[in-house]
């Protein structure tokens, strides 16, 4: 049994790496600096070991030349999912360039309320390190963030010294829209964060309404979505009084229609508070199980996010048509792969399409996929990187035991090499 | 297998030839001197009216790193007019301002260029800029690691530590990004954004730190020098593109003490103040300084007009930058207690006067310094242009004419202010070839590199000699990497993967005992989770490293 410390995590996306893991064989535990999202992660057991086609036992041999055959004379595969390693999604995109297939992260419906405000009009966002030793006042915007990253408050905000801040629990926190799920959020002097609640879909209103106050435009209601404007006001204060606030939300928890323009006037406001003398930055959350990643990788290889057709046979990007449930409901797509190499509960959309899963060990499924090809995790199985959610700091995944599972990329590698 | 390159005009300015008919022969993948005895030849190029160069170095260009991916995320506009498909032998991808990593290997081999060097490797990205750039084939690739608004050195300068332990610290983090230099951007300037200061001149402290550029300037360049680090502190100064930033340039010279300087992109940093729009060039007083101070090195950044991408470190200009963006979106991040950057699409148009006169003020500074060892051939990629306009470039530069007719076509005003129609110099093929090989290789540090006398690595480019620059150096015949024929006529044939040239100077062991500490109670990462290792630029079976020697070590 042996113990190794200092584990990187890209399940939790914030990057914790100061897990110690104890290892047995091939089975895990987190011994220390364990979280809800981490631990379970980390310690599901491995099922599967060899890989089946049509349901039964086969060698990776037979499987990868089983998956090249299904996609020799398809039209418009779609790979999905798309969660895994970098070198997974190097490999991953080299199988898309050549078989003409869509490539689309399983989170990027969520994520294009990201990407369409950036590529309207930008951002001025901040990394975990700035947050942990600047941030003097923190809104969270429409999101439980303790349920999203139990350890975020822990790490970087109540960490006991900062460089800059002389006591990190006077720093403030304030929720607008949802309320948080646990006591986090209250600092460690029992100060609790102020939290305005509103429903989901008056969130477009209460951050316009905010980002006019912080403008200094006046507003001519006393309430909104429930939310009285005076509050309202003492937030754009308090926007305005701090040295460096950050300003931080979900882009998969806005889950109403055209949420992209809510995330546009936060990153705005963003903007107005740094033109109004004082600084603050904005924090998208995101970073789980590949996410970043597989929109980094794709951004270098092709110049867009992963969601991205190779069907002309150059990479065309858009993030509505590409979308691999569009494509399976409209009959667009000729094949399904599915690649999740962290989530066993993350399973394919159903189809009666040719489908390739090439899955974490432990994948149960409504309809057995004409291939499975169970694969290591990234940080357990194979070392590797993945991108933490300020999108800056690739981090080092450790390889933490023996199980002969073959890589993400091992297959996806071999499957292209097949398909020549 | 034996290859000869057989009666070409030979430009090799690493060994003084200037256009001598000279045979090449190259085994292994270097070149050899001719064989004794008997021989066979196993492939022989006829290079009778043809140009011979070693591959072109572009020893400042963004292509690898967090900042240009936000580059290319932002412009998806731009990708669309330039798709590139894929071939059997090459991968699809995106080109014009910020292309993908393939297409810039791709399209940068078919300039006759063989190797690019990334300036501006923040410490905490520089797994990102490593993995981007072993993407990117059949270039030789490397990084100038960026530092002077990291914390750490900024309060160790405040703590008056000694020039030994920052020296120490800046070989460590040399080491731990895998650089083969240091680069610094708005020294101090980045973190003092972060304490809400909009702009820092030479002499300004740092609000929280007490530090000021001249300082840290001075810091840095020392460790390079005592380090044995053979390319000089890489300099992006203070004042950015405002006007009147020509002194804080001139000044930044003096300041330095004669210690080795390359300052970079200095077109940037070359403005005055005369005139009625109060917009000037200080090409010719900058060029004066650069050619009286011989430990000073520039490369130019020089702006073509089109819709270019701005991708930079320097958050605190490029937030000041963001009234020009064009298309009117951008991005700046403050980045982990240790960087920042910006990224401002920008369009230059020859009809606006300020941007005619930064044309202007690039050309000048190429034709006025007199030594083609001591400046380098940039655009600051894709800054001022994208690389793919260097051919462009290299006709301006070579042919007055040419030069002339574009510049009676830019804004009247700026015709007025520029002294670039009574310039005469034509640069020569032998002075293109120092700027951008063997002057760069040397600049470097690259053993091996930028020349064509035995021992070198077979990086070549062959031209046919054509009075119109641009379409020669546009579309070489052939190029060569490491042997290996990667392009016929300006198209790509095979390709291969580069090597990541680094410099691996020693350091204190003891420091590291300080740096975990620190990284325990301040930043996100462990010290041993922080560093690059070596496997992982070599685990993929592709990337490989080079060690170039230090300055004092025995070859």
Known sequence: MAEITEVPSPFCGIGT????????????????????VNTPAFEQAITDTRPR??????????????????????????????????????????????SGAVVDNMNFTGARNNFLALQDSGWMNTTLAEVKNRCDLLLVVGADLESFSPRFFERYLWNEESMFLADTGKREVIYLGKAPSGAASTSPNGQKALVFECANEDLPDVVAVLRALVKGNPIRVDSVGG????????????????????????????????????????????????????RSSGLPLGGKEGDQTANQVCGWTTGYPARTRFASGFPEYDPYLNDTNTLLANGEADALVWVQAFNAKAVPPTTNLPTIVVGRSGMTFAKEPDVFIPVGTPGIDHAGHAFRLDNVVAIRLKKLRDSGLPSTSDVLNAIEQACR | MLIRLTGGAVY??????????????????????????????????????????????????????????????LLP?????????????TRSGCGHAMPSTFVTGYRYAEMGYTAGFEPAVLPINARQAHMEMADIPILDKGGYVLMGSDDYLLRMLTAKKDQKAINDYVAFTMQAAKAIGVKVVNPGGISAFKFNQRKLDLDEQNSHYGVTPREILKSLATAVKELGITHPLHVHGCNLGVPGNMNTTLDTIQAIGGLPLHLTHIQFHSYGTEGDFKFSSGAAAIAEAVNLNKNITIDVGQILFGQTVTASGDNMRQFANHKHASPNKWVTMDIECDAGCGVVPFKYKDKNFVNALQWAIGLETFLLVDDPWRIFLTTDHPNGAPFTSYPHLIRLLMDRSFRNDVLSTIHPEAQKMTTLASIEREYSLQEIAIMTRAGAARLIGLQDRGGLSAGNWADITVYTDNADRQLMFEKPDYVFKDGE????????????????????????????????????????MKLGNFKISDDEITEDGRGSLTVHPLKGDVA
Not at chain 1, 246 to 275: C, P, R
Not at chain 2, 33 to 60: C, N, R, T, W
Not at chain 2, 77 to 89: C, L, Q
């Open chain 2, 77 to 89: 506009e731009d990708h669309r007019a330039d798709p590139v498909a894929r071939t059997d032998i």
């Open chain 1, 53 to 98: 086609v049509d349901g039964k036992d086969v060698s990776l041999d037979v499987a990868v030349a089983k998956a090249a055959a299904l996609l020799k004379n398809t039209n418009q595969p779609v790979i999905g999912g798309c969660a895994t390693d970098v070198n997974g999604m190097r490999a991953l995109l080299a199988l898309a360039d050549r």
């Open chain 2, 12 to 73: 090799d300015p690493a060994s003084g030839i200037d256009g001598a008919k000279q045979d090449i022969y190259i085994q292994d993948g270097r070149i050899v001197d001719k064989p004794s005895g008997d021989f066979k030849v196993d492939k022989e190029y006829d290079l009778k009216g043809k140009v011979v160069m070693s591959g072109a170095i572009d020893m400042h260009t963004h292509i690898g790193g967090g900042k240009g991916n936000i580059a290319r995320t």
């Open chain 2, 485 to 524: 024929l990667v392009v016929v006529d300006g198209k790509v044939v095979h390709t291969k993967w580069g090597t990541t040239h680094v410099v691996k100077p020693d350091w204190d062991v003891s420091v590291e005992k300080d740096l975990q500490k620190y990284f325990d109670r301040f930043l996100t």
């Open chain 1, 227 to 278: 939310i009285a404007v005076s509050d309202l006001q003492a937030i754009a204060d308090k926007l305005l009084a701090a040295s460096y606030s950050v300003v931080t939300w979900a882009a998969g928890a806005l889950a109403y229609s055209q949420a992209e323009l809510t995330v546009q006037t936060v990153s705005e406001m963003v903007k107005d508070i740094n033109n109004r003398n004082t």
């Open chain 1, 17 to 36: 790496d100061d897990l110690t893991i104890q290892v047995d064989g091939v089975s895990l535990k987190v011994v220390k600096n364990g979280c809800a």
